[in-house]
Nanobody, 127 residues
Framework: QVQLVESGGGLAQAGGSLRLSCVAS????????GGWFRQAPGREREFVAA????????YYADSVKGRCTVLRDNVKNTVYLQMNSLKPDDTAIYYC????????????????????WGQGTQVTVSS
């Protein structure tokens, strides 16, 4: 079992930045690919970004490409999502997820099966 805990959400102004963190416990996070998803009120959950087990490959949704960076520190068992140039449309609950280390090679990072999910952290961007 892997437990994921997100933090770093909060209220930001449009154009500002936030850095989300996802700390894993139970098993080394280096055994897993990491993903970030978000869900806004009244909308379906959507893929934001993913990173392979080593950090050597990253993937982004078109809506955040160029504004967000996904990083990981396997020593700290943590995956990060650095969000810059925030927009009100970025307002959502952000969830961290973990998939088996080879999963991202098998299909779209948005569609592979993530076995573990965090509880989410709220991000609110004001205009």
């Amino acid at each position: 079992q892997v437990q994921l805990v997100e933090s770093g959400g909060g209220l930001a102004q449009a154009g500002g930045s936030l850095r989300l963190s996802c700390v894993a416990s139970g098993r080394p996070f280096s055994n897993y690919a990491g993903g970030w998803f978000r869900q806004a009120p009244g909308r379906e959950r959507e893929f934001v970004a993913a990173i392979n087990w080593s950090g050597g490959s990253t993937y982004y949704a078109d809506s955040v490409k160029g504004r967000c960076t996904v990083l990981r520190d396997n020593v700290k068992n943590t995956v990060y999502l650095q969000m810059n140039s925030l927009k009100p449309d970025d307002t959502a609950i952000y969830y961290c997820a973990a998939a088996p280390s080879g999963a991202l090679r098998l299909g779209s990072p948005a569609l592979v099966k993530y076995d573990y999910w965090g509880q989410g952290t709220q991000v609110t961007v004001s205009s």
